[in-house]
C-alpha cells in the first residue's frame, strides 16, 4: 500500500493537554500538505483551526475526552458547541460506568444525545476497547449501530492500551457494512496502520503517520507532490 492511500485515511492527532496554537496551526499545515482525512484537535482550538484552514481540511474534536464521565448533556451541549466553532467531526468518549453496571438503556442515551445534538455532523464514537471485556466490546457494536453513528473507535489513546488487531477484527466482523471502523491510540508504523486498514479500519487516528511521510520525505529529497 503506498503512504498516500494511508495518509488519506488518517485524522492527523494532536489532543497533548498543553498544546499551543501554533503546534495546531503546524498540525493543520501538514494535514494539507499530506492530504489527511482530518486534523483532530482540542475543542478550544477548534474554533482557531477552522479560521485557518477554512475548506482545506476537515476540522475534528473529542468530545467528553478522555474519560467519559460527563453526563449527557454535558456531552451534547459540548458537541453543538463544537460544531458551532465549526467541526466537521466529533469523537466522543462513551459512558464506561454505565457499560460496566450494564445499563445498555442509558448507554444508548448518552450516544443519542450527541448524535441528536449534532445530527448532520459526522460522529464517531469510542468505545476504548482495553477497559472493556471481549461481550461488551460485541454489545457496544451493537448500540453503536442502533444509534446510527458513523464510526465505531477503539480508543482515545489516554488509557491503558490503543487499538489492537483483534479488536479492530472483532469490531469490523460485528458492525454491518455502513458503520465503519477507526482504530486510535499506538499506531506507531507503516506495518501498523496497514494491518489495521486490511482488518477493516477505514479511519487511523494517529499523528505517527506524517512524521513518517516527512522522514522519508527528507530521506528521499522527494517532492511534496509525490504526497
Known amino acids: 500500500m503506498e503512504i498516500k492511500d494511508i495518509l488519506e485515511k488518517c485524522d492527523h492527532t494532536l489532543l497533548r493537554v498543553d498544546c499551543t496554537s501554533e503546534e495546531i496551526r503546524k498540525?493543520?499545515?501538514?494535514?494539507?500538505?499530506?492530504h489527511c482525512a482530518s486534523v483532530c484537535i482540542p475543542p478550544c482550538h477548534v474554533a482557531g483551526a477552522k479560521r485557518y484552514v477554512g475548506d482545506q481540511m476537515k476540522v475534528c474534536t473529542v468530545i467528553g475526552f478522555p474519560n467519559g464521565y460527563h453526563t449527557s448533556a454535558v456531552k451534547a451541549f459540548e458537541a453543538?458547541?463544537?460544531?458551532?466553532?465549526?467541526?466537521?467531526?466529533?469523537?466522543?468518549?462513551?459512558?464506561?460506568?454505565?457499560?460496566?453496571?450494564?445499563?445498555?438503556d442509558l448507554v444508548?442515551?448518552?450516544i443519542r444525545a450527541v448524535a441528536e445534538a449534532v445530527p448532520d455532523t459526522l460522529l464517531k464514537v469510542i468505545i476504548e476497547c482495553c477497559l472493556l471485556t471481549e461481550e461488551e466490546k460485541i454489545k457496544m457494536c451493537e448500540i453503536v449501530t442502533k444509534c446510527g453513528a458513523e464510526y465505531i473507535k477503539t480508543s482515545t489513546g489516554f488509557s491503558k492500551g490503543g487499538a489492537t488487531r483483534e479488536d479492530v477484527k472483532l469490531m469490523r466482523e460485528h458492525c454491518p457494512s455502513f458503520v465503519k471502523v477507526k482504530a486510535a491510540?499506538?499506531?506507531?508504523?507503516?506495518q501498523d496502520a496497514e494491518d489495521f486498514i486490511a482488518l477493516g479500519a477505514e479511519r487511523l487516528g494517529t499523528s505517527r503517520i506524517v512524521k513518517l511521510a516527512m522522514e522519508l520525505e527528507n530521506a528521499e529529497g522527494a517532492p511534496d507532490e509525490k504526497y
Open 80 to 104: 453543538a458547541d463544537a460544531v458551532k466553532n465549526g467541526a466537521d467531526e466529533v469523537d466522543m468518549v462513551i459512558n464506561l460506568s454505565m457499560v460496566k453496571d450494564g445499563c445498555w
Open 185 to 190: 491510540g499506538g499506531i506507531s508504523s507503516l
Open 27 to 34: 498540525l493543520c499545515d501538514q494535514a494539507i500538505k499530506y
Open 108 to 110: 444508548e442515551k448518552d
